[in-house]
């Protein structure tokens, strides 16, 4: 995610299905702007899945999308 406007959480929380990924040694965006905006989410009523790769700096795509569950994940939503 690398964070977002936690005002933005409100939208979200209801209406999308969230998994946040992020590397715990990112040097591009810091890992406490995906925890803030989790946060929020959460405050908003959402409860997304949220996984640090503490191992990963800015590239932590590649260890997402590696994630056995991240298909099965993805298509067991649907647009209501």
């Known amino acids: ?3 977002d406007n936690t005002n933005n959480a409100s939208i979200y929380a209801k209406k ?3 998994w946040v990924f992020h590397g715990g040694k990112d040097n591009v965006v810091p890992v406490d702007h995906s ?4 946060a929020a989410l959460k405050e908003a009523g959402a409860e997304p899945k949220y996984t640090i790769y503490p191992n990963d700096g800015h590239n932590s795509w ?3 999308f590696a994630e056995p569950e991240l298909i099965p994940w993805l298509f ?5």
């Open 62 to 64: 590649d260890d997402a």
């Open 35 to 38: 925890d803030v905006m989790v």
């Open 76 to 80: 067991s939503h649907s647009k209501k």
């Open 16 to 18: 999308v299905p969230m």
């Open 1 to 3: 995610m690398g964070g």
